[in-house]
DNA sequence: CGGGATCCCAGGCGATACTG
DNA sequence: CAGTATCGCCTGGGATCCCG
């Protein structure tokens, strides 16, 4: 007999992926840019995130594949984030909890 | 011209509201139960909550209308917890997040 | 432009014990 | 059964400055 105790477990690994504060905020902000963004136009659309934050939040996107980090050679060079499948189907569901939250109450 | 700062700002509340670390799992846990739930049953669903912790997730959960709080006369005297309209239309969003979650990566 | 290095801080959570 | 009382911790995040 399988353990009750996993009921929550597809939560617990959601809340493990995109769980920081500021997760579904760089998630959205990518998404509403067609899926590409740059480092500070990610930090326009959070005008309160910090560098610090912004940097590490993205490299641990990228370590649980919801995001992809790539160069865009120039001057300067600019680095791009885009969002995977995955997380563009994320996307959606970020969409509906963001008009949920504007009915509710 | 309104504020780019906003952008976020559906996202910022929904997080006000269920961001603490258990929301979504006491949510998920009640409506598992057809919308109602005892404080213990809750327990059950979520073994690594502890019981201070459950108490002030559902108190304010209550004061911003996820749930409700009601008595059962008998004896013992027992509490239940239900969901609000609002709060089953996010539970729809919760389970397209943990099927989300199950099939990432 | 896109970060890294340091230092610091609060608050959310865990553990345990107890109660009406 | 359904919580409350204490206490301590630790991690995530804020502020600031700096660099290739």
């Known amino acids: 007999m ?3 105790i996993e009921k929550s477990d ?8 995109v769980g920081k504060k500021f997760d579904l905020l760089i998630i959205d902000s990518i998404s509403s840019r067609k899926g590409r963004s ?3 136009e990610i930090v326009k659309d959070i005008p309160t995130i910090n560098p610090r ?5 993205l490299k641990d996107l990228e370590r649980n594949n919801l ?4 160069l865009v050679l120039g001057t300067p060079v600019k680095t791009e984030y885009a969002l995977t ?3 563009e189907r994320l996307g959606e569901i970020i969409s ?3 008009k949920w939250a504007e009915k509710h109450k």
Chains 1, 2 share one sequence.
């Open 67 to 70: 995001i992809t980090k790539s």
């Open 53 to 57: 934050i912004l940097s590490i939040r």
């Open 96 to 98: 509906e909890l963001k």
């Open 85 to 87: 499948d995955s997380a």
């Open 10 to 17: 597809p939560l617990l690994r959601a809340q493990k992926l």
């Open 38 to 40: 740059h480092f500070n």
């Open 2 to 4: 399988a353990r009750m």
